[in-house]
């Protein structure tokens, strides 16, 4: 337990970092938009798509993997469904609130899942995360993106719209670009191999310190009740429906632990802008946002405690 917290204690100080950065002002809040948008689209692309495409996949069990990630989050995808009334009705969860429960409970924070698992796992767990990244972040993105316009304003968005975001997403570029050279076998020369790894080189650690800049600390636990029951369903139900369905499918090792670390993280940030720009529930994004990253602080170490013994 010590030895687990211990390794993830880089990680959270680097978020620590930029929680102090963005409170002193020393860093303003519209160079933290610049940060953001350049870890986004320039830096973790060039990673992944470096990873993938230079990756060793024969020995991995990418289908296995794949398909265990995908059945848990399908999993979460239908918990959260047959829970939307009673929330409604019970707890006066608005859709649009509903819609943020949503995305607290089944998106997950890349930045974090990626300097984890670099830090911990190192070259084989990035290419194994980014088979994960490959398979969910597709259908991540066209379901949350379904759910907030339903909720928002009634209306289920126009399949152009949906298709759009999801191949404007640069991750799903990046990976889908990475499978396409990995499995054609085309080599990527060496002065680009060598660019992108200095481009990717920093992605970790700034994107960290854009996960701390975005906290907002006074409204982490602001309608705590619907705060608390989309922490849990994150950082406890998600990390145990990866075990529940690599386990059923014979994913064992890194593979696993790989699967289960990206289940125990936080949502993602971008959810925040997805609220924001679609009509949904924006300020309890945010403090869902802040409360499981906080929280993670306890359950992370406690996860990776579990998976790896």
């Known amino acids: 337990m010590v030895a687990s917290f211990d390794a993830l204690l880089p990680i959270f100080l680097t978020i620590l970092v930029g929680v102090l950065l963005q409170r002193t002002r020393l860093v303003g809040d519209d160079m933290w938009s610049v940060l953001e948008h350049v870890c986004y689209y320039v830096m973790f692309p060039a990673l992944m798509f470096q990873k993938i495409a230079t990756a060793d996949l024969s020995t ?84 949350n993106v379904t759910v907030v316009s339903m909720h928002a304003d009634g209306r289920r968005p126009g399949t152009g719209r949906i298709v759009s975001l999801v191949v404007r997403n640069p991750l799903v570029l990046a990976c889908a670009a990475g499978i396409v050279a990995n499995a054609t076998g085309l080599p990527v020369p060496g002065v680009i191999a060598r660019t992108l790894d200095l481009i990717g080189a920093g992605a970790l650690g700034v994107g960290l310190l854009t996960v701390g800049a975005a906290l907002q600390l006074r409204a982490a636990m602001l309608d705590y009740p619907v705060v608390l029951l989309t922490s849990a369903l994150r950082l406890i139900g998600m990390p145990f429906l990866m075990f529940l369905w690599t386990s059923l499918l014979g994913v064992e090792g890194m593979a696993q632990t790989v699967a289960i670390i990206s289940g125990a993280v936080p949502t993602a940030s971008a959810s925040y802008i997805l609220a924001r720009q679609l009509g949904g529930d924006a300020v309890l994004m945010a403090n869902i946002i802040t409360a499981e990253t906080i929280a993670a602080v306890i359950t992370l170490p406690v996860v990776l405690w579990l998976v790896t013994g």
Request: aromatic fraction near 8%; charge should be neutral.
């Open 60 to 143: 991995a069990p990418v289908f296995e993997m794949a398909s265990a990630m995908l059945l848990a989050i399908c999993t979460m995808f239908a918990l959260l469904l047959a829970i939307r009334v009673p929330l409604m009705s019970r707890m006066t969860v608005t859709g649009a609130a509903f819609s943020s429960v949503f995305q607290g409970a089944s998106r997950w924070n890349t930045f974090v899942a990626l300097s984890i698992i670099g830090l911990l796992l190192g070259e084989e767990g990035l290419t194994l995360v980014a088979i994960g990244m490959a398979a969910m972040i597709p259908v991540l993105n066209i379901v």
